[in-house]
């Protein structure tokens, strides 16, 4: 069974930074993708970044140039480092590992994980 499992969010003043970080685990054989979404209070769930396993990236307008979708080398891992955080950036966020291939079944499936909060004040 895979699992993702997101943590780094909390409370942090407007200007401040955080990095999030999901790790899955599980029979994982591959990914095709990694991504961050975020879904504020009231809204729909959005994208806000994505790298493929070849390491390109997408951003949403909205954070270019603020964040930095990563791995950094590590496996099954995905970070994202949020720096001149607004209180518009106010959310649950979410990682999605896209197209998994595992060892114990043929078929490639999209996992999400549970969620972490990240809330910036004015």
């Known amino acids: 069974q895979v699992q993702l499992v997101e943590s780094g969010g909390g409370l942090v003043q ?24 975020r879904q504020a209070p009231g809204k729909q769930r959005e994208l806000v970044a994505d790298i493929s396993s070849g390491g390109d990236r997408n951003y949403a307008d909205s954070v270019k140039g603020r964040f930095t979708i990563a791995t950094y080398g590590a496996v099954n891992t995905v970070y994202l480092q949020m720096d001149s955080l607004k209180p518009e950036d106010t959310a649950d966020y979410y990682c999605e590992f896209r197209n998994v291939k595992t060892t114990d079944s043929y078929f490639a499936m999209n996992y999400w994980g549970k969620g972490t909060q990240v809330t910036v004040s004015s």
């Open 14 to 37: 407007a200007g401040g930074s955080l990095r999030l970080s999901c790790v899955g685990s599980g029979p994982i054989f591959s990914i095709d993708a990694m991504a961050w979404y």
